[in-house]
């Protein structure tokens, strides 16, 4: 009897042995598939990144707006050339590394009277409005930056507002040298070519370039060349006596794009002087005159 409760007892131990082997085999081969699934399952479900201005806010959501009014440096100048850009400079970064020298997919910019362009962030803080073509000129623009569509309606709902006018004929450059008369073996004129952005109206013009020397006048003559940005100016005969004199060419301030008078004074030294002829941009002083 004891050995039959011993034989049963061994029996026993030996089949629960092996009920308890390969379970914890499949366990341990379960695990690195469930790990694997796992791993699987997180790359799935990585959301894409946004841009920025993709971005929505939502509740509870920290993020601070800017204030673009607040950062805002300058807006672009009251009068500007026909040829310019239109740009906006900020205090701080506002666009990411990424935007800086790309052409915006969409333009932040509006304008009264239209212009069409596109619009570049040159660096962080400096935006431009590069037009198709030349500004219109003469005319006065009014602009909006719009906010939501610069940095995304997550960051700022401001809109900045400027003006500015187009500088109407806007002159460039003049060019020319004083020459000899058969009128007389003294005698001189001023001969040169007057350039402009764009087309000028010889009539305007002849209303608005004043010559002068000595405090008198000087008359003009003008032909239009086949350019109709350039002007030929021939000045009346004068007699070139023992003091040199200065001849001063100025139109106003409608002509230049930084809204101030523009003046080219030329000196024309005396007789016993060999001829040099000097040439200088802006003001002299009336010592010369």
């Given at each position: ?245 200065t001849i001063v060419f100025s139109l106003p301030k409608k002509y230049t794009a930084d809204n101030n008078t523009w003046s080219h004074s030329i ?23």
């Open positions: 009897m004891r050995r039959l409760l011993v034989l049963t007892l061994a029996i026993f131990l030996i089949s629960c042995s092996k009920d308890k082997t390969p379970a914890t085999e499949t366990d341990s081969q379960s695990k690195p598939d469930t790990q694997l699934e796992q791993k699987q399952h997180a790359i799935e479900r990585k959301p894409e990144p946004r841009m920025p201005e993709e971005i929505k806010l939502v509740e509870h959501q920290d993020i601070v707006p800017i204030d673009l009014d607040n950062q805002l440096i300058s807006t672009p100048r009251q009068r500007l050339a026909p040829d310019e850009n239109i740009k906006i400079k900020f205090k701080e970064n506002i666009a990411p590394n990424y935007r800086v020298g790309s052409v915006l997919e969409k333009n932040p910019f509006s304008f009264d009277p239209p212009i069409e362009g596109v619009a570049r962030w040159i660096s962080r803080r400096e935006i431009h409005f590069i037009p198709d073509n030349d500004l219109p000129a003469g005319k006065h623009i009014m602009g909006t930056l719009h906010g939501e569509i610069l940095v995304g309606v997550a960051q700022s709902v401001d809109d900045i507002s400027f003006d500015f006018s187009i500088a109407e004929q806007e002159v460039l450059k003049l060019e020319g040298d004083f020459e000899q008369t058969d009128v007389g073996a003294n005698t001189v004129r001023y001969k040169g070519i007057i350039s402009f952005a764009q087309p000028v109206n010889i009539n305007m013009l002849n209303r608005d370039l004043r010559c002068k020397s000595r405090n008198k006048r000087i008359k003009i003559e003008f032909e239009s060349l086949d350019t109709q940005t350039d002007i030929t100016i021939t000045t009346e005969i004068f007699e070139r006596d023992n003091d040199g004199r000196y024309l030294p005396g007789i016993d002087v060999f001829k040099i002829i000097t040439t200088m941009e802006g003001d002299v002083t009336e010592d010369f005159c």
